[in-house]
């Protein structure tokens, strides 16, 4: 298996533009989750999906941030319209139930 | 929700000597408990994890250790060598809140 794959891998915006970041978790895997690291804070989990349906959403900072998975293979993250204080690495991790969880590259984003 | 603390931030030993980093949580009702290696511009890697009906786990030069009535879990790496130099995140799940709260992360570096 080719592991969690997301895209890009970096991706570099001006602020107030939309940002889509992609993810396909490892096949198999009933459990989609999206994470964003910085220096800051940390690993903060801000979504995840168990079989498509999106269970807990508490952790996204504000609505200009959305996720959807409309399939078992594919996930999005959106961030409309991004700011400054989102640039960060963002995770997608996928596992089968909820703890073994494994993780994607990540994608670097930058708003300038 | 689930705290989890993990110390040292940085640690930095001699190639061949043993590192031990420490974690704490909060939530007693926490079960499971992963240990994440993440490399420079790579996404975290689990390798290894403890449930709560035992007591410590080894694999290799790698072992982890918990203690259930302290709230406290370990990782100790023997015989350390330049390529374990990495950032390492505990992590703590709990059944409460269907998550992995993680720690802060430790730098480790192994000197050659």
């Known amino acids: 298996d080719a592991g969690v794959i997301q895209s890009p891998r970096h991706e570099v915006t001006e602020m107030g533009q939309e940002v889509t970041l992609r993810c396909k978790p490892i096949s198999g895997h009933d459990y989609l989750f999206w994470y964003r690291q910085t220096m800051m804070r940390g690993l903060e989990l801000l979504i995840y999906?168990?079989?498509?349906?999106?269970?807990?959403d508490s952790g996204m900072p504000e609505d200009r941030f959305s996720a959807k998975m409309p399939n078992a293979s594919f996930s999005t993250l959106k961030i409309q319209p991004s700011e400054p204080r989102d640039s960060a690495v963002y995770f997608c991790?996928?596992?089968?139930?909820?703890?073994?969880?494994?993780f994607g590259p990540g994608t670097r984003l930058t708003v300038l | 929700g689930e705290n989890v603390e993990q110390h040292p931030s940085t640690l930095s030993v001699q190639e061949g000597d043993s590192a031990v980093i420490k974690c704490t949580y909060s939530d007693s009702a926490s079960n499971y408990f992963p240990w994440y290696k993440q490399e420079l511009g790579k996404g975290p890697q689990l390798i290894i994890d403890i449930r709560s009906n035992v007591g410590e786990k080894k694999d290799q030069r790698i072992a982890v250790t918990l203690n259930k009535t302290a709230k406290h879990f370990s990782l100790h790496i023997t015989e350390t060598q330049p390529e374990d130099s990495a950032v390492y995140f505990c992590?703590?799940?709990?059944?409460?809140?269907?998550?992995?709260?993680f720690g802060s992360g430790t730098q480790l570096t192994v000197l050659p």
């Open positions: 992590a703590a799940y709990s059944g409460s809140a269907r998550q992995l709260t």
């Open positions: 991790a996928s596992s089968w139930g909820v703890s073994e969880q494994f």
């Open positions: 999906f168990n079989n498509n349906v999106p269970i807990d």
